[in-house]
């Protein structure tokens, strides 16, 4: 699990979206308010307001979930490879949530100052 700290402790769901949707493009699906199944088969959980699941097809191979949090002043957003087995989580380690991670940490909307 990879962290990065937003020095705005007000970043919503509905931001990290829409800079995930911008900095990744259209070949990439960007589900706010969803939670990674762990179930090999299942579709992304709903009912996960502070989650964002990103990933391309089904986004039952290739994915990557963020969480984002609140501490001191800041937001946390952690980003979490996904996969339905152990090399394909890691293949997606080094190849969405890395994608992920770039964009959130070069992201300007999440940079402004509160």
Excluded: C
Aim: charged share 25%; glycine share 10%; hydrophobic share 40%.
């Amino acid at each position: 699990m990879r962290t990065i700290i937003v020095p705005r402790s007000d970043v919503t769901t509905e931001e990290v979206s829409e800079a995930l949707r911008e900095g990744l493009g259209p070949r990439y699906k960007v589900l706010p308010g969803m939670g990674m199944n762990w179930n090999p088969v299942g579709n992304p959980r709903p009912d996960k307001p502070d989650m964002v699941v990103v990933g391309t097809g089904s986004t039952r191979l290739f994915r990557a979930e963020v969480t984002i949090s609140s501490r001191s002043g800041q937001t946390v957003l952690h980003v979490i490879a996904g996969g339905i087995s152990l090399p394909l989580r890691l293949i997606n380690g080094f190849w969405i949530a890395r994608k992920v991670r770039q964009v959130l940490e070069t992201a300007p909307g999440l940079r402004r100052d509160a």
